[in-house]
């Protein structure tokens, strides 16, 4: 999506074009058109396309009757989506998910750090607990890691010799869970008898229940509109699976409660914290994220694989893997940015303006109104060709290699905030912002310490078909 090549220098805002259309009617129509009939990419392109303009009023998802107000100010440009990220203009009050918020019945009765503005004083506290709980971990992190995806690996190995393929997507499921829970409280969730084996899909149900209204299962559009995208799937179905999930969180995180209530947090609301930090944020992404590197890796194939294992062997050098080691593989860095650029684990972002502001795109200047729903769209902006030329809609693993590959960094806002910048009490950008790229390059160096090459077929699932291993 290009639209002009000019610039908005000092001319005076204009209108921002488009139209919600008839209300209600307008909404539910162009919800169809999101989920079954265009699809999100081609949804807010051919909106940006009609108008002549990559900033836009359209309708969102869930719309009736789930959302009160559907209508958003769409920010489709790399140059005008990061006032989402400016706090001092934009409030971040209830808007994780959107233009509907789930039932706080899912999180203890609590409205959760991610639904907070950082104005909030509790914002800061949770915040600062998870920093606390990430640094006083961080020694776990490699470990934990290679001991649980090391055995994925081998069932993945033992699998293809079975019956010729072995489904990492399903894999992957399973082993995040239990990595996420060792590494940040020691406690594999597994030997938890709150939850045993069944933690991963206890915890997929829970994420179902508050993301229904923004997803599609593939299911026929006649059963998922009025179940998924209408009313509100019912708490009282998964009481039983968030008692669960919460008795494993309260025991594990035992230490990390001990900092909440110096912090000021009762134990209770920081339990509810923790888990949505670690089940939503932590285990929702690398659900996505992880599958998502593996697909682009193996789409590029062989060329890109030698390269990955000589860079990674060259820098492990048959030692251990440490963190030193790891900040020797600019190319295996540069691949996890450019998967989290392309598949961002977060599409959407949102904010509601605080006072009446300007917004620039690449070609002009738009007036917002105070109280107007901001809305990005991630992928619009960080493929944007303005910003990454002819190939932004490719992966090109070695983007960020290099000095002039490090300044399209600040293109990269995966983690809602840009690459360059740094997570605090005071903004909304992820506090496992690095954590998130180190996970993703770890899962390369198990990878390639083991692999010179693999293949996989690619769709709903990535299903690794073979692997060659080292030599």
């Not at 933690?199 to 179902?208: E, Q, R, S, Y």
């Not at 209530?261 to 944020?281: D, I, M, Q």
């Not at 740094?422 to 390369?444: A, E, F, I, T």
Request: aromatic content about 10%; glycine content about 8%; some cysteine.
């Amino acid at each position: 999506m290009e639209l002009g090549r000019g610039g908005s220098g000092n001319v005076l805002p204009r209108p921002v074009p488009g139209s919600y259309g008839v209300p209600f009617v307008s909404a539910v129509r162009d919800r169809l058109d999101f989920y079954y009939l265009q699809g999100q990419d081609k949804y807010f392109e051919s909106r940006a396309e009609k108008h002549g303009s990559t900033v836009v009023r359209i309708n969102v998802p869930p719309g009736p009757f789930m959302a009160r107000d559907p209508r958003v100010v769409a920010l489709l440009d790399a140059k005008s989506f990061p006032v989402l990220f400016d706090v001092a203009k934009v409030e971040k009050r209830d808007v994780f998910t959107g233009t509907y918020m789930p039932s706080t019945s899912l999180t203890g009765g609590y409205r959760v750090c991610s639904y907070l503005d950082p104005s909030e004083p509790t914002h800061a506290k949770v915040k600062q607990l998870l920093f606390s709980l990430l640094a006083s971990r961080k020694d776990a992190f490699v470990p934990a890691f290679r001991a649980n995806f090391g055995a994925l690996l081998d069932t993945v190995e033992s699998q293809i010799a079975g019956s010729g393929k072995s489904n990492f997507t399903g894999l992957n499921d399973a082993t995040s869970f239990e990595f996420i829970g060792e590494a940040y409280f020691g406690v594999r969730p597994s030997a938890s008898s709150a939850l045993a084996t069944g933690g991963p899909t206890k915890a997929a149900k829970w994420l179902l229940w508050q993301l229904a209204p923004l997803t599609t299962l593939g299911l026929p559009m006649i059963l998922e509109e009025p179940l998924l995208h209408t009313v509100p799937l019912p708490f009282f179905l998964i009481r039983s699976d968030y008692k669960a999930l919460y008795a494993y969180f309260a025991a594990a995180a035992s230490d990390a409660l001990d900092d909440a209530e110096r912090l000021g947090l009762s134990r209770e609301e920081a339990c509810h914290n923790l888990l949505f930090a670690t089940v939503f944020n932590s285990y929702g992404g690398f659900k996505l994220l992880l599958p998502r590197i593996l697909s682009r890796v193996a789409e590029a194939g062989k060329g890109l694989h030698e390269r990955l294992a000589a860079e990674i062997r060259g820098a492990v050098a048959g030692g251990e893997v440490t963190m030193a080691a790891l900040e020797k593989m600019e190319l295996t860095r540069s691949v996890v940015w450019e998967a989290l650029r392309l598949d961002p684990p977060v599409r959407f972002q949102y904010g509601r303006a605080k006072a009446d502001l300007e917004i620039e795109s690449h070609d002009a200047k738009y007036a917002i109104k105070k109280g107007e729903m901001l809305f990005g769209y991630q992928p619009c902006a960080t493929r944007d060709p303005r910003v990454f030329g002819a190939t932004a809609r490719e992966f090109v693993g070695d983007r960020f290699v290099g000095e002039e590959g490090r300044k399209l960094l600040k293109y990269v806002y995966w983690s809602n905030g840009r690459e360059t910048e740094s997570p605090s009490v005071d903004n909304k950008q992820c506090p496992g912002k690095n954590l998130v790229v180190l996970v993703g390059r770890l899962l390369l160096v198990e990878l390639f310490l083991r692999y010179d090459t693999f293949t996989a077929e690619v769709g709903t699932n990535v299903v690794i078909t073979g692997v060659t291993k080292a030599a």
